[in-house]
Protein backbone atom coordinates (compact mmCIF):
# COMPACT_ATOMS: atom_id res chain seq x y z
CA UNK A 1 0.00 0.00 0.00
CA UNK A 2 1.19 3.60 -0.42
CA UNK A 3 0.45 6.43 1.88
CA UNK A 4 -1.76 8.97 0.92
CA UNK A 5 -1.23 11.68 4.07
CA UNK A 6 1.06 12.10 6.33
CA UNK A 7 0.54 14.03 9.71
CA UNK A 8 -0.04 13.26 13.50
CA UNK A 9 -2.59 12.37 16.17
CA UNK A 10 -2.90 15.22 18.87
CA UNK A 11 -4.93 14.26 22.24
CA UNK A 12 -3.63 16.33 25.28
CA UNK A 13 -0.53 16.89 25.08
CA UNK A 14 0.75 13.32 23.19
CA UNK A 15 1.70 13.47 19.70
CA UNK A 16 1.52 10.58 17.38
CA UNK A 17 3.18 10.35 13.66
CA UNK A 18 1.26 8.32 11.49
CA UNK A 19 0.48 7.46 7.71
CA UNK A 20 -2.79 7.12 6.67
CA UNK A 21 -3.33 4.31 3.85
CA UNK A 22 -7.14 3.83 2.13
CA UNK A 23 -8.79 0.62 4.00
CA UNK A 24 -10.31 -0.05 1.11
CA UNK A 25 -10.61 -0.76 -2.96
CA UNK A 26 -12.92 -1.41 -5.77
CA UNK A 27 -12.43 -4.67 -8.21
CA UNK A 28 -15.23 -3.67 -10.26
CA UNK A 29 -14.25 -3.63 -14.33
CA UNK A 30 -14.00 -0.43 -15.58
CA UNK A 31 -16.29 -0.05 -18.95
CA UNK A 32 -15.93 2.92 -21.55
CA UNK A 33 -18.57 3.98 -23.55
CA UNK A 34 -17.79 3.60 -27.46
CA UNK A 35 -19.36 3.65 -30.68
CA UNK A 36 -21.58 0.73 -31.74
CA UNK A 37 -20.80 1.01 -35.34
CA UNK A 38 -16.68 1.03 -35.77
CA UNK A 39 -16.25 0.14 -31.32
CA UNK A 40 -14.43 3.90 -31.70
CA UNK A 41 -13.99 5.31 -27.82
CA UNK A 42 -16.46 8.38 -26.81
CA UNK A 43 -14.85 10.87 -25.10
CA UNK A 44 -15.79 14.03 -23.68
CA UNK A 45 -13.56 17.48 -23.68
CA UNK A 46 -13.31 19.97 -21.38
CA UNK A 47 -13.96 23.09 -23.10
CA UNK A 48 -14.28 26.41 -22.43
CA UNK A 49 -17.68 28.19 -23.03
CA UNK A 50 -16.54 31.51 -23.61
CA UNK A 51 -13.09 30.53 -26.12
CA UNK A 52 -14.18 27.13 -27.19
CA UNK A 53 -10.86 25.87 -26.58
CA UNK A 54 -10.57 22.43 -24.99
CA UNK A 55 -9.05 22.99 -21.55
CA UNK A 56 -6.57 21.22 -19.57
CA UNK A 57 -6.64 20.21 -15.80
CA UNK A 58 -3.60 22.36 -14.95
CA UNK A 59 -5.82 25.33 -16.12
CA UNK A 60 -8.74 24.24 -14.63
CA UNK A 61 -9.71 26.37 -11.47
CA UNK A 62 -12.65 25.90 -8.82
CA UNK A 63 -15.70 28.99 -9.18
CA UNK A 64 -18.77 29.37 -7.08
CA UNK A 65 -21.64 30.62 -9.02
CA UNK A 66 -25.16 32.08 -7.23
CA UNK A 67 -26.81 32.59 -9.86
CA UNK A 68 -26.11 36.33 -10.15
CA UNK A 69 -22.04 36.45 -9.87
CA UNK A 70 -19.35 33.96 -10.08
CA UNK A 71 -16.28 33.34 -7.71
CA UNK A 72 -13.02 31.99 -8.95
CA UNK A 73 -11.07 30.00 -6.07
CA UNK A 74 -7.65 29.66 -7.19
CA UNK A 75 -5.48 26.85 -6.06
CA UNK A 76 -3.49 29.43 -4.36
CA UNK A 77 -6.57 30.27 -2.79
CA UNK A 78 -7.61 27.11 -1.35
CA UNK A 79 -4.05 26.43 -0.11
CA UNK A 80 -4.63 29.36 1.98
CA UNK A 81 -7.09 28.23 3.90
CA UNK A 82 -5.43 27.05 7.17
CA UNK A 83 -8.13 24.31 8.25
CA UNK A 84 -6.88 23.09 4.97
CA UNK A 85 -3.11 22.97 5.35
CA UNK A 86 -3.59 21.39 8.53
CA UNK A 87 -1.40 18.34 8.78
CA UNK A 88 -2.97 17.13 12.30
CA UNK A 89 -5.94 14.43 13.08
CA UNK A 90 -7.05 16.26 16.13
CA UNK A 91 -9.29 14.61 18.90
CA UNK A 92 -11.88 16.34 19.81
CA UNK A 93 -13.98 13.79 22.85
CA UNK A 94 -13.91 10.09 23.16
CA UNK A 95 -17.27 8.91 22.87
CA UNK A 96 -18.54 5.28 23.67
CA UNK A 97 -18.83 2.96 20.61
CA UNK A 98 -22.56 2.50 20.38
CA UNK A 99 -23.17 6.20 20.09
CA UNK A 100 -21.91 6.07 16.40
CA UNK A 101 -24.72 5.34 13.88
CA UNK A 102 -23.20 3.49 11.38
CA UNK A 103 -25.29 5.91 8.64
CA UNK A 104 -22.62 8.50 9.14
CA UNK A 105 -19.37 6.16 7.67
CA UNK A 106 -17.71 6.83 4.78
CA UNK A 107 -14.45 5.51 4.02
CA UNK A 108 -11.97 3.62 5.80
CA UNK A 109 -8.33 4.49 6.02
CA UNK A 110 -5.64 2.56 7.77
CA UNK A 111 -3.34 4.73 10.26
CA UNK A 112 0.43 3.42 10.81
CA UNK A 113 2.90 4.68 13.22
CA UNK A 114 5.59 6.75 11.70
CA UNK A 115 8.35 7.51 14.10
CA UNK A 116 10.77 5.08 15.23
CA UNK A 117 9.14 3.90 18.32
CA UNK A 118 5.55 3.49 18.11
CA UNK A 119 5.19 3.68 21.84
CA UNK A 120 2.59 6.20 21.75
CA UNK A 121 0.56 4.55 19.20
CA UNK A 122 0.21 1.48 20.88
CA UNK A 123 -0.63 3.87 24.42
CA UNK A 124 -3.76 5.18 22.32
CA UNK A 125 -4.54 1.86 21.16
CA UNK A 126 -4.87 0.34 24.03
CA UNK A 127 -6.68 3.32 26.03
CA UNK A 128 -9.44 3.01 23.09
CA UNK A 129 -9.65 -0.69 23.30
CA UNK A 130 -9.82 -0.95 27.57
CA UNK A 131 -12.14 2.09 27.90
CA UNK A 132 -14.30 1.06 24.81
CA UNK A 133 -14.45 4.45 23.08
CA UNK A 134 -14.28 5.32 20.15
CA UNK A 135 -12.10 9.29 19.29
CA UNK A 136 -13.84 11.92 17.23
CA UNK A 137 -11.66 13.38 14.79
CA UNK A 138 -10.55 16.90 12.72
CA UNK A 139 -8.87 16.14 9.77
CA UNK A 140 -8.32 17.16 6.43
CA UNK A 141 -8.27 15.61 3.60
CA UNK A 142 -7.72 16.49 -0.37
CA UNK A 143 -8.70 19.79 0.32
CA UNK A 144 -11.38 19.55 3.11
CA UNK A 145 -11.89 19.39 6.61
CA UNK A 146 -13.41 16.34 7.20
CA UNK A 147 -15.62 15.16 10.34
CA UNK A 148 -14.30 11.26 11.20
CA UNK A 149 -14.12 8.63 14.40
CA UNK A 150 -10.85 6.58 15.39
CA UNK A 151 -11.12 3.55 16.60
CA UNK A 152 -9.35 -0.05 16.65
CA UNK A 153 -9.11 -2.82 14.37
CA UNK A 154 -7.28 -6.07 14.17
CA UNK A 155 -4.41 -3.72 16.99
CA UNK A 156 -5.06 -1.16 13.73
CA UNK A 157 -5.84 2.52 14.38
CA UNK A 158 -8.66 2.91 12.13
CA UNK A 159 -9.83 6.54 10.88
CA UNK A 160 -13.96 6.61 9.42
CA UNK A 161 -14.58 9.43 7.67
CA UNK A 162 -18.37 10.34 8.69
CA UNK A 163 -21.10 13.25 7.31
CA UNK A 164 -21.80 15.93 9.24
CA UNK A 165 -25.34 16.20 10.64
CA UNK A 166 -26.92 17.97 8.38
CA UNK A 167 -26.32 15.67 5.58
CA UNK A 168 -28.39 12.62 7.08
CA UNK A 169 -32.11 13.07 5.44
CA UNK A 170 -34.97 12.51 8.23
CA UNK A 171 -36.65 9.52 7.40
CA UNK A 172 -40.36 10.74 7.33
CA UNK A 173 -42.98 8.29 5.22
CA UNK A 174 -46.35 9.35 5.80
CA UNK A 175 -47.13 5.21 5.14
CA UNK A 176 -45.56 4.90 8.42
CA UNK A 177 -47.95 7.04 10.46
CA UNK A 178 -50.85 4.82 10.50
CA UNK A 179 -51.36 2.11 13.49
CA UNK A 180 -50.88 -1.00 12.49
CA UNK A 181 -51.61 -4.15 14.28
CA UNK A 182 -49.48 -7.34 13.60
CA UNK A 183 -51.15 -10.90 14.55
CA UNK A 184 -49.36 -13.53 17.33
CA UNK A 185 -49.15 -16.05 14.14
CA UNK A 186 -48.09 -13.69 12.21
CA UNK A 187 -44.82 -13.15 14.51
CA UNK A 188 -44.31 -16.63 15.30
CA UNK A 189 -43.53 -16.96 11.92
CA UNK A 190 -41.31 -14.32 11.26
CA UNK A 191 -39.42 -15.29 14.39
CA UNK A 192 -39.25 -19.14 12.82
CA UNK A 193 -37.65 -17.67 9.96
CA UNK A 194 -34.92 -15.71 12.13
CA UNK A 195 -34.35 -18.91 14.15
CA UNK A 196 -33.56 -20.86 10.65
CA UNK A 197 -31.31 -18.25 8.98
CA UNK A 198 -29.79 -17.13 12.46
CA UNK A 199 -25.62 -16.91 11.69
CA UNK A 200 -22.30 -15.27 12.31
CA UNK A 201 -21.69 -12.85 9.67
CA UNK A 202 -19.20 -13.87 8.12
CA UNK A 203 -18.03 -11.16 4.73
CA UNK A 204 -15.85 -13.73 2.84
CA UNK A 205 -18.46 -16.14 2.21
CA UNK A 206 -20.18 -12.96 0.09
CA UNK A 207 -19.22 -12.35 -3.65
CA UNK A 208 -20.04 -9.55 -5.97
CA UNK A 209 -22.07 -12.28 -8.02
CA UNK A 210 -22.06 -9.50 -10.88
CA UNK A 211 -19.02 -8.54 -11.54
CA UNK A 212 -18.11 -12.36 -11.37
CA UNK A 213 -20.34 -12.89 -14.48
CA UNK A 214 -19.37 -9.57 -16.28
CA UNK A 215 -15.49 -10.74 -15.99
CA UNK A 216 -16.82 -14.23 -17.28
CA UNK A 217 -18.82 -12.30 -20.52
CA UNK A 218 -15.75 -10.33 -21.15
CA UNK A 219 -13.02 -13.28 -20.34
CA UNK A 220 -15.31 -15.20 -23.01
CA UNK A 221 -14.96 -12.59 -26.09
CA UNK A 222 -11.09 -12.38 -25.38
CA UNK A 223 -10.59 -16.19 -25.61
CA UNK A 224 -13.76 -16.62 -28.75
CA UNK A 225 -11.23 -13.39 -30.57
CA UNK A 226 -14.92 -11.17 -30.02
CA UNK A 227 -12.41 -8.19 -29.05
CA UNK A 228 -11.09 -4.67 -31.09
CA UNK A 229 -7.83 -3.47 -31.35
CA UNK A 230 -7.48 -1.15 -28.59
CA UNK A 231 -4.73 1.18 -30.39
CA UNK A 232 -6.75 1.32 -33.94
CA UNK A 233 -10.09 1.73 -31.89
CA UNK A 234 -9.11 4.25 -29.43
CA UNK A 235 -6.68 6.73 -31.14
CA UNK A 236 -4.70 8.50 -29.24
CA UNK A 237 -5.45 9.14 -25.49
CA UNK A 238 -3.73 10.53 -22.49
CA UNK A 239 -1.17 9.18 -20.59
CA UNK A 240 -3.27 8.48 -17.47
CA UNK A 241 -6.12 7.04 -19.63
CA UNK A 242 -3.61 4.93 -21.92
CA UNK A 243 -2.23 3.10 -18.10
CA UNK A 244 -5.57 2.55 -17.21
CA UNK A 245 -6.31 0.68 -20.70
CA UNK A 246 -3.30 -1.44 -20.13
CA UNK A 247 -3.95 -2.06 -16.51
CA UNK A 248 -7.16 -3.45 -17.24
CA UNK A 249 -6.00 -6.10 -20.08
CA UNK A 250 -2.98 -6.82 -17.67
CA UNK A 251 -5.94 -7.33 -14.78
CA UNK A 252 -8.00 -9.53 -17.24
CA UNK A 253 -5.05 -11.82 -18.18
CA UNK A 254 -4.01 -12.51 -14.39
CA UNK A 255 -8.54 -12.71 -13.89
CA UNK A 256 -8.69 -15.34 -16.51
CA UNK A 257 -5.23 -17.73 -14.97
CA UNK A 258 -6.48 -17.39 -11.71
CA UNK A 259 -10.10 -18.12 -12.62
CA UNK A 260 -8.81 -21.57 -14.32
CA UNK A 261 -6.94 -22.21 -11.37
CA UNK A 262 -8.83 -21.60 -8.71
CA UNK A 263 -12.02 -22.45 -10.31
CA UNK A 264 -13.64 -19.65 -7.90
CA UNK A 265 -17.26 -19.82 -9.72
CA UNK A 266 -20.14 -22.27 -9.40
CA UNK A 267 -20.06 -25.72 -11.64
CA UNK A 268 -23.09 -24.04 -13.59
CA UNK A 269 -21.72 -21.13 -14.37
CA UNK A 270 -18.48 -22.90 -15.21
CA UNK A 271 -20.47 -25.29 -17.62
CA UNK A 272 -22.31 -22.69 -19.42
CA UNK A 273 -18.89 -20.52 -19.85
CA UNK A 274 -16.71 -23.68 -21.07
CA UNK A 275 -19.59 -24.98 -23.38
CA UNK A 276 -19.61 -21.60 -24.95
CA UNK A 277 -16.31 -20.96 -25.42
CA UNK A 278 -15.89 -24.59 -26.44
CA UNK A 279 -18.28 -23.77 -28.87
CA UNK A 280 -16.57 -21.29 -30.39
CA UNK A 281 -13.61 -22.05 -30.49
CA UNK A 282 -14.49 -25.32 -32.41
CA UNK A 283 -16.52 -23.11 -34.88
CA UNK A 284 -14.07 -20.31 -35.61
CA UNK A 285 -10.72 -22.11 -35.64
CA UNK A 286 -11.67 -25.59 -36.81
CA UNK A 287 -13.72 -24.34 -39.28
CA UNK A 288 -10.95 -22.45 -40.89
CA UNK A 289 -8.23 -25.05 -41.87
CA UNK A 290 -10.96 -27.32 -43.27
CA UNK A 291 -11.85 -25.05 -46.06
CA UNK A 292 -8.18 -24.23 -46.75
CA UNK A 293 -7.67 -27.84 -46.87
CA UNK A 294 -10.41 -28.99 -49.10
CA UNK A 295 -9.30 -26.00 -51.35
CA UNK A 296 -5.84 -27.62 -51.57
CA UNK A 297 -7.53 -31.32 -51.84
CA UNK A 298 -8.89 -29.80 -54.92
CA UNK A 299 -6.35 -28.20 -56.63
CA UNK A 300 -4.28 -31.36 -56.29
CA UNK A 301 -6.45 -33.22 -57.44
CA UNK A 302 -7.02 -31.14 -60.94
CA UNK A 303 -3.44 -30.76 -61.58
CA UNK A 304 -3.03 -34.49 -61.45
CA UNK A 305 -6.16 -34.92 -63.43
CA UNK A 306 -4.24 -32.97 -66.53
CA UNK A 307 -1.53 -34.62 -66.64
CA UNK A 308 -3.38 -37.94 -66.51
CA UNK A 309 -5.18 -37.01 -69.94
CA UNK A 310 -2.29 -35.91 -71.61
CA UNK A 311 -0.46 -39.10 -72.23
CA UNK A 312 -4.03 -40.49 -73.30
CA UNK A 313 -3.90 -38.45 -76.12
CA UNK A 314 -0.24 -39.06 -77.47
CA UNK A 315 -0.93 -43.18 -76.84
CA UNK A 316 -2.77 -43.55 -79.98
CA UNK A 317 -0.90 -41.15 -82.31
CA UNK A 318 2.43 -43.55 -81.09
CA UNK A 319 0.41 -46.98 -81.44
CA UNK A 320 0.19 -46.57 -85.06
CA UNK A 321 3.35 -45.46 -85.53
CA UNK A 322 4.98 -48.15 -83.91
CA UNK A 323 2.92 -50.89 -86.31
CA UNK A 324 3.77 -49.21 -89.10
CA UNK A 325 7.84 -50.25 -89.09
CA UNK A 326 6.68 -53.88 -87.95
CA UNK A 327 4.46 -54.03 -90.88
CA UNK A 328 7.83 -53.56 -93.14
CA UNK A 329 10.09 -55.43 -91.33
CA UNK A 330 6.99 -58.44 -91.94
CA UNK A 331 7.07 -57.96 -95.86
CA UNK A 332 11.13 -57.46 -95.83
CA UNK A 333 11.58 -60.88 -93.97
CA UNK A 334 10.29 -63.57 -97.17
CA UNK A 335 11.73 -61.66 -99.43
CA UNK A 336 15.09 -61.89 -97.62
CA UNK A 337 14.39 -66.35 -96.98
CA UNK A 338 13.15 -66.30 -100.83
CA UNK A 339 17.21 -65.02 -102.34
CA UNK A 340 18.45 -67.42 -99.82
CA UNK A 341 16.62 -70.12 -101.47
CA UNK A 342 17.52 -69.54 -104.67
CA UNK A 343 20.97 -69.14 -103.92
CA UNK A 344 21.54 -71.81 -102.49
CA UNK A 345 19.52 -73.77 -105.58
CA UNK A 346 22.01 -72.46 -107.75
CA UNK A 347 24.75 -73.92 -105.70
CA UNK A 348 23.58 -77.53 -105.78
CA UNK A 349 23.09 -77.36 -109.57
CA UNK A 350 26.48 -75.74 -110.22
CA UNK A 351 27.78 -78.85 -108.21
Known amino acids: ?14 N ?35 CGKKVEYSHIDKAYDDGEQTV ?39 LEPDSKSPKAYVLLRRVLEETERTAVVRISLRQRTRLATMRVRDDVLLVQTIRWS ?13 DVTVGKREMDLARSIVRDLE ?24 EQGDALDTAATFGETEEDEGAEVIDLLEALQRSVEKRKGSGARSEADDDDADAGTEDADDAAPKDAPAKRTSTKTA ?9 AKKPAAKKPAAKPAAKAPAAKTATKKPAAKAAAKSTAASKRKSA
Open 166 to 178: DEVRAAEFSALDD
Open 72 to 110: VLTGEDLEALPAERSREIEVLEFVPNEQIDPILFERSYY
Open 199 to 222: SDFEPEQYVDEYQEQLRALVEAKL
Open 1 to 14: MRAIWKGSITFGLV
Open 16 to 50: VPVKLYSATEEHDLQLHQVHDADGGRIRYERKCEV
Open 299 to 307: TKTASKSTP
